[in-house]
């Protein structure tokens, strides 16, 4: 199991560097493939750092390289795409539809995501709408296992300064010790057990699609 390579969408964001720094030091991993638009500045062995055009699809099938495992950790929010919600699809829907496409053409086997508790393309809601439009789209192809990790509020230090974001995440830390039975789902959940999780999860063998809530991600984070 010491001969695997993943490779990872999204490594400069909150969970995408938790996912990082989780595979860096995992001893199953012997290549880490991060594609970025920007030079990380970090150096490791067996990290590869690939200055990626998503907007190009040759650069980004030959910048993708061989593996085993998909991490898509992209994502972006409105406040960056300043209400242009064709450039939102374009980065948390367009980027992990063609990385999916791309994986299968090179016969990865797993890919995992991160989605959102109440995804739904029948949403009204165009954040959730537009995950569940991501979910259904990855179904279609055929990978041996595609693991859909939905957290509700994600804790954790972001470099950029999110008020609003702030603000929800100091009141779900509050409440969330209420949220039990079917509720237990929406409970905060650290972006570093997230990444734990979904780096555990892409060691098991299962096959098929898995959804992974809160109590799911908190007890493979555990494991």
Same mark, same amino acid.
């Given at each position: 199991?010491?001969? /695997?390579?993943?490779?990872? *969408? !999204? %490594?400069?964001?909150?969970?995408? @560097? #938790?996912? =990082?720094?989780?595979?860096? &030091?995992? $001893? ?83 890919? /995992?995501?991160?989605?959102? *508790? !109440? %995804?739904?393309?029948?949403?009204? @809601? #165009?954040? =959730?709408?537009?995950?569940? &439009?991501? $979910? ?83 007890? /493979?984070?555990?494991?």
């Amino acid at each position: 199991m010491n001969e /695997l390579t993943a490779v990872v *969408i !999204g %490594a400069t964001g909150l969970t995408g @560097n #938790f996912v =990082l720094s989780e595979l860096l &030091k995992d $001893e199953n991993f012997k290549t880490v493939r991060i594609l970025v638009r920007r030079n990380m500045n970090i150096a490791h062995p067996k990290l590869q750092q690939e200055i990626v055009n998503f907007n190009d699809i040759d650069d980004f099938t030959k910048k993708f390289g061989e593996g085993d495992v998909i991490f898509s950790c992209v994502g972006t929010t409105q406040k960056k795409a300043k209400g242009d919600k064709i450039y939102y699809a374009t980065i948390d829907h367009d980027i992990p539809v063609n990385a999916a496409r791309i994986g299968v053409s090179k016969n990865l086997k797993k890919f /995992l995501i991160i989605s959102a *508790i !109440g %995804a739904n393309e029948n949403s009204s @809601n #165009f954040y =959730l709408n537009l995950k569940g &439009k991501n $979910e259904n789209a990855l179904k279609q192809f055929p990978f041996v296992s595609l693991g859909i990790f939905q957290p509700s509020i994600l804790n954790g230090n972001r470099t950029e300064n999110r008020t609003g974001e702030k603000i929800a995440q100091t009141i779900m830390e509050l409440v969330s010790f209420m949220f039990l039975g079917s509720l237990k789902k929406y409970r905060a959940i650290g972006a570093n057990n997230v990444a734990k999780a979904m780096v555990n999860e892409s060691k098991q063998q299962n096959t098929g699609v898995h959804y992974y809530q809160y109590a799911e991600m908190m007890n /493979l984070a555990r494991s």
